[in-house]
């Protein structure tokens, strides 16, 4: 499962009214933690399975303020998420995208998505939590 969602727009502290950050919360957040809770339990059950988060804003940037948050709150939730299904086999990890995706960049999609499946086809005792691109 790859969780690939995030509703970016340049904001500041004080530029939208707390129904908006709500709503940037409820895609960038809410909707990754909906989508844990709706497959990781199947997959435990399994002893296996891989549930990935495209992550972004290693740091903070003051003209993406509901993003950066919304990428602070993915961070935690990838790092919760390892520690209650590590065990039971399944990989949960972010790649964490530094910068816009377009193709023949050094963002490219092509080079992104191996990082995906590299974090796929890892073995257990190998497995990283973050790979950030």
Known sequence: MVYNAALIRPDAVGDL?????LDAWAVNVVGAITAAAR????MAAR?????IVTGGMPEPKPGYVSLSLGKAGVRSLVDLLDRQYA???V???????????AP???FDPDEIAAHYWRLHTQR?????REITH
């Open 91 to 101: 990989h949960v990890a972010t790649v964490t995208v530094t910068g816009a995706v």
């Open 47 to 51: 002893g296996a399975g891989t549930f």
């Open 124 to 128: 257990p005792e190998a497995w990283e």
């Open 104 to 106: 023949g960049t050094a």
């Open 39 to 42: 497959v990781l339990p199947g």
């Open 17 to 21: 009214p707390a129904r908006a950050h």
């Open 87 to 89: 065990a039971a086999g």
